[in-house]
């Protein structure tokens, strides 16, 4: 099985930056995800990291360091659009995907 | 129409009855999932679909009924449910389940309510 842990709740104001870590035990490692998903809409996906490093796209960035089952989910120049809730999944040795409990993101004006 | 669409968006049905969910995608993946989405849980693999075969079943209790005729359609089937499998239940579809950096592309969900 998998455990993966993520804060429940993060509250940041427009313009700053936030980030969500994520950490997990897998029965092997076939990649890390990051989706987002608005209240009452479905998860979009963000990110996907299998090697260690930092993975840039926009406004958004996803660290992962397998030796230490962590990932972090960077958020920058935050706006009110990114009140949301974020999801950390894994993929394991078999290609099941399991996800976090999500963490809800607020944006503050 | 584009992307994973979910049929119906809400349902209210009683422990008795029997219903369906439906989820179409018009992507052209070969995978097709069911999930479960409960309050302040994570989601919780129901079944896997790949290239119209199930290979995976997630210890579902019975009364959760799956059916994939093609690759494109999905449904599942319920019946004789409890109030405690109220919850949001999502379907995603990806090119193939067994690839490492395949992206799960999800429905809206249907939000089910069981009296």
């Known amino acids: 099985g998998q455990n993966i842990d993520q804060p429940t709740e993060m509250t940041a104001t427009e313009g700053a930056i936030v980030q969500i870590n994520c950490t997990y035990q897998?029965?092997?490692?076939?990649?890390l995800f990051w989706y987002q998903q608005h209240a009452g809409e479905a998860p979009t996906f963000l990110s996907y990291?299998?090697?260690?490093g930092l993975e840039e796209k926009g406004r958004f960035s996803s660290f992962l360091s397998r030796s230490k089952g962590y990932s972090y989910l960077l958020l920058k120049e935050l706006q009110m659009k990114d009140s949301a809730s974020y999801l950390c999944?894994?993929?394991?040795?078999?290609?099941?995907?399991?996800f976090g409990a999500g963490t809800t993101v607020t944006v503050r004006a | 129409e584009t992307g994973v669409t979910q049929t119906p968006r809400h349902l209210v049905m009683g422990m008795t009855n029997k219903k369906s969910l439906k989820c179409e995608q018009h992507?052209?993946?070969?995978?097709m999932y069911w999930y479960k989405q409960s309050a302040k849980k994570p989601l919780e693999l129901m079944f896997v679909?790949?290239?119209?075969?199930?290979?995976e079943n997630n210890s579902v209790p019975s009364r959760f009924s799956p059916e994939c005729p093609n690759s494109s359609h999905l449904f599942l089937h319920l019946h004789t449910l409890q109030p405690e499998d109220s919850a949001l239940y999502l379907c995603?579809?990806?090119?193939?389940?067994?690839?490492?950096?395949?992206?799960?592309?999800f429905g809206a969900g249907s939000r089910l309510t069981v009296l």
């Open positions: 995603a579809s990806s090119q193939d389940a067994s690839s490492g950096a395949n992206v799960l592309t």
């Open positions: 897998t029965s092997g490692f076939n990649g």
């Open positions: 990291n299998v090697l260690d």
């Open positions: 999944a894994v993929r394991d040795r078999d290609y099941k995907l399991s």
């Open positions: 992507l052209g993946h070969n995978a």
């Open positions: 679909y790949n290239f119209k075969e199930q290979t």
